[in-house]
């Protein structure tokens, strides 16, 4: 249960954290767009059996590969794509808790 918190919470309130924080005027859509983030999770459809609660996503699914995570990092630089970058990392940050309690 504890792992189903922190995994879920981490997706959904630091990105409503950062956005009510850093961006209070524009909350909302800061919001939304950190939490697009989650369609990377798109690629479990790549996966047989689709999802497996014992099965770490990171290193596993392409869009959770290392490969993939330095590119998030790198779009963390410019400031046009800085807000999807965080919305990724983050996603990313989730899946390394998760990980942690298997």
């Given at each position: 249960m504890l792992q189903f918190f922190a995994h879920y919470g981490f997706h959904f309130l630091i990105p409503l954290a950062i956005a009510l924080i850093w961006f209070k005027s524009n909350w909302k859509y800061t919001f939304l767009v950190m939490i697009s983030g989650m369609l990377i999770d798109l690629d479990h459809?790549?996966?047989?059996?689709?999802?497996?609660?014992?099965?770490?996503?990171?290193g596993f699914h392409p869009l959770h590969s290392y490969f993939a995570i330095t590119f998030y990092l790198f779009l963390l630089i410019p400031k046009k794509s800085r807000l999807v970058a965080l919305g990724l990392v983050i996603h990313i940050i989730a899946d390394v808790v998760d990980c942690a309690f298997m």
């Open positions: 459809l790549l996966a047989t059996p689709i999802f497996d609660p014992n099965r770490c996503s990171i």
